[in-house]
C-alpha cells in the first residue's frame, strides 16, 4: 500500500504510516506517501558517483537515443499511466495532455539532441573571436556538464509531463535526475519511472524518484547542481531563499502559479469566427484537467461593448460540460485533485466573487455522472465577471480549478495596464484578426509574459491551443510566474550546462573538441 521510491537502482518503502492519497472519484486510498527513513544522501551519493560517471561515458546524440528508448518504452505501456491518470480525476482527454504530451515532450528533445548536439560530451558554442592584433591571442566558449546532479521537484497537475520535461533536458546535458513528484499524484509519477526502469533504457543512476518529503536534500546540494521546481509561487519563494540557492549558488529555475489572460479584439463581434474562437478556448482552458492547469486563462479580458454577448456565449458552453467519473459515458470534465484542493478552490472563488459575480456554475453543487459529487472532487465549471476591473482579487487569486474571470476593457492603454497586473504570466494569447490591434497588444505585453499565442481563422486550424506549452519554445514566465525558462528547445539543455570562455591560443582553441 505504501508508494516505494526508486534509491540507489532499487525500490525502498519508506517508513511510518505515510501521507494517505485519497483516489480524486471515489475516495478510496489509492496509496500512502512516506519518506521517512530513506537515505537521501545516500541517494545523492549514488547519483553524483554512478549516475555522472555513466551519463558522462555518452556522447549527446547517445543520450537522445537512451531517451528515446525510454519514451517509447512509456508510449508502449502508456494505457497503465491512463488507467491510473483516471483515478486522479484525469479522463482521457486530461491524459492525453499529461502522458502523451510529455512523451511527445521527451520525443522532441530526442530527436533535438540527436540533430542539434555534437558527437560528443562538450559543445564548441561559437567562432574564436580574435583578442589581439597579430592572431596569436583568441577567445571562444565551451559548454561542459557540471559535476553535480539535477534535482527535479514537480506539481501534482502533471505528474509525466511534469517529469518528462525535466528529465529531458537534464539528461541530455548528462546530468543524473532526482524526482520528487507532488504527494497527491505521486503514485502516477513512480509508475512512469517503474516503465523506465524495467525497460533498461537509461544508464544506472540517471533517474531516482523521492515519493514524499525531502528534508535535508536541500543541505546536499551546491553549485554544481540544479534545482527545477513547478509549483506554487509560495513554494518557490521558500526554496529558493534556501542557503543551497542563496549561499551556494545552486541553479535554480521555478515555474510557479500565473494569472495567464486572454484578450478578445474589438474587431471579433459576435458572427465573427474569432469571437467563437475565444468563447471556445476559454471553455477549454476552463475544463481540460479540470482547469488545474498552470497556464490556463484565469482572466479574460474583453471589449466592454462585448461583455454581455461574451458572457452568454461562454455560460452557454459551459451548460454542455457534463462533469464525472473519467470512466462515465458523455463526460467531458473530470474531478479536482483531491477534496482539500476543492476546498482551497472555492476558498479563491469566495474572494474572486467578493469583486464581482459568478454568471455561470455554483461552487457549491454541481450534477455528476458515474460519482458521488461529494465523495469525488467534483466542482462544475465556474465562470466569474468583474466588471470593477480596478479590484485586486482578479489580479492576484489564482482559483486553480475551472474558474475563469471575466473583465472589461476599454481601451488599448488600459488593457496593456490590465495585463501588466498579472505581475508576469506563463501565456498569454489575443484572439482577433486585426493585425494593428495584435501587434500593439503583443508588444505591450511580451515584457509579461513567457509565451504569447494570437489566434485568428486562418491560424486555427493548425494552432495547438493557448495552454499547452510546446517543448520547442520557452515555458516558463518573469515575475510571479517564477522568473524561469523550461522546454525551449536545446536552450533548456545549455541551461543545464556550464558555460566557459577560453583563452588562448589559435591551436588550442581548434583543438579542444578534438
Ligand atoms: P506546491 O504545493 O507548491 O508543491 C509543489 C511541489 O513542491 C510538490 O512536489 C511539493 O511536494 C513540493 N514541496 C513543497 N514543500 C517543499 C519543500 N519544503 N521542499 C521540497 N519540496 C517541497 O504546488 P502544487 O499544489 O503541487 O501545484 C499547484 C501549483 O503549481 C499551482 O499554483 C500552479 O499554478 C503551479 N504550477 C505551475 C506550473 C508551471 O509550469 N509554471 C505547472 C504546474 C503547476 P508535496 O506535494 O509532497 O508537498
Redesign the pocket.
Same mark, same amino acid.
Given at each position: 500500500m505504501t508508494l516505494r521510491s526508486y534509491l540507489e537502482g532499487a525500490w525502498h518503502t519508506g517508513a511510518g504510516e505515510g =501521507?494517505p492519497v485519497a483516489d480524486a472519484v471515489t475516495g478510496e486510498t489509492v496509496t500512502r =506517501?512516506t519518506s521517512e527513513g530513506l537515505d537521501l544522501a545516500a541517494a545523492v551519493a549514488y547519483a553524483r558517483r554512478t549516475g555522472l560517471a555513466a551519463l558522462g561515458e555518452l556522447t549527446f546524440p547517445q543520450r537522445a537515443a537512451a531517451l528515446k528508448a525510454a519514451a517509447l518504452a512509456l508510449q508502449e505501456r502508456r494505457q497503465e499511466l491512463y488507467e491510473l491518470s483516471a483515478r486522479a480525476g484525469a479522463t482521457r482527454r486530461d491524459a492525453a495532455v499529461d502522458v502523451d504530451g510529455g512523451i511527445g515532450t521527451a520525443l522532441v528533445y530526442a530527436g533535438l539532441g540527436r540533430k542539434g548536439l555534437p558527437d560528443h560530451t562538450l559543445i564548441v558554442e561559437d567562432d574564436p573571436v580574435p583578442l589581439g592584433k597579430g592572431g596569436t591571442f583568441a577567445g571562444r566558449h565551451i559548454l561542459t556538464t557540471p559535476r553535480g546532479i539535477s534535482v527535479q521537484? !514537480?506539481?501534482? !497537475?502533471?505528474p509525466v509531463w511534469?517529469m518528462l520535461e525535466k528529465l529531458a533536458p537534464a539528461l541530455l546535458a548528462g546530468l543524473p535526475t532526482i524526482v +520528487? /513528484?507532488? @504527494?497527491?499524484t505521486?503514485y502516477i509519477a513512480a509508475h512512469a519511472v517503474r516503465i523506465i526502469e524495467e525497460s533498461g533504457a537509461l544508464p544506472p543512476g540517471a533517474i531516482q524518484l523521492v515519493a514524499?518529503? =525531502? /528534508?535535508g536534500?536541500?543541505d546536499l546540494l551546491g553549485g554544481q547542481d540544479h534545482i527545477g521546481?513547478? *509549483? #506554487?509561487?509560495? @513554494?518557490?519563494a521558500?526554496?529558493r531563499s534556501d542557503p543551497a540557492v542563496t549561499r551556494r549558488s545552486a541553479r535554480f529555475n521555478? &515555474?510557479?502559479? #500565473?494569472l495567464n489572460c486572454s484578450v478578445l479584439g474589438p474587431d471579433a463581434v459576435p458572427g465573427q469566427p474569432e469571437f467563437d474562437l475565444f468563447a471556445d478556448a476559454l471553455v477549454t482552458e476552463m475544463t481540460v484537467k479540470a482547469g488545474? +492547469?498552470? @497556464?490556463a486563462i484565469r482572466r479574460a479580458f474583453v471589449p466592454a461593448s462585448l461583455i454581455d454577448a461574451v458572457s452568454e456565449a461562454v455560460a452557454a458552453r459551459l451548460a454542455q460540460v457534463v462533469v464525472g467519473a473519467p470512466d462515465a459515458a458523455g463526460v467531458t470534465m473530470g474531478a479536482l485533485v483531491g477534496l482539500q484542493?476543492r476546498e482551497d478552490v472555492r476558498a479563491a472563488v469566495a474572494r474572486l466573487a467578493s469583486a464581482g459575480s459568478i454568471v455561470s456554475g455554483d461552487p457549491d453543487k454541481v450534477e455528476v455522472a458515474g460519482a458521488d459529487a461529494e465523495r469525488g472532487a467534483f466542482l462544475s465549471p465556474l465562470l466569474l465577471r468583474v466588471d470593477d476591473v480596478a479590484r485586486q482579487e482578479p489580479h492576484e487569486v &489564482?482559483a486553480?480549478g475551472p474558474v475563469s474571470t471575466l473583465m472589461p476593457y476599454g481601451g488599448i492603454a488600459e488593457l496593456g495596464e490590465l495585463i501588466a497586473r498579472g505581475e508576469g504570466s506563463?501565456a498569454g494569447s489575443v484572439v482577433s484578426s486585426d493585425g494593428d490591434f495584435v501587434r500593439q497588444v503583443v508588444l505591450g505585453a511580451a515584457a509579461h509574459h513567457g509565451r504569447i499565442l494570437v489566434l485568428d481563422r486562418d491560424s486555427a486550424g493548425e494552432s495547438t491551443g493557448h495552454g499547452i /506549452?510546446m517543448p520547442q519554445l520557452v515555458?516558463?514566465?518573469p515575475g510571479r510566474?517564477?522568473g *524561469?525558462q &523550461?522546454e525551449g528547445g536545446l536552450r533548456a539543455v545549455y541551461a543545464h550546462l556550464q558555460r566557459t570562455a577560453l583563452q588562448g591560443g589559435p591551436a588550442f582553441l581548434d583543438s579542444i573538441s578534438q
Open positions: =501521507v =506517501v521537484i !514537480n506539481a501534482f !497537475n502533471f511534469g +520528487k /513528484p507532488a @504527494t497527491p505521486a514524499g518529503g =525531502v /528534508p536534500l536541500f521546481f513547478t *509549483g #506554487s509561487a509560495d @513554494t518557490a521558500r526554496l521555478a &515555474e510557479a502559479d #500565473s488545474q +492547469k498552470c @497556464t484542493q &489564482e486553480f506563463l /506549452p515555458h516558463g514566465g510566474a517564477g *524561469g &523550461e
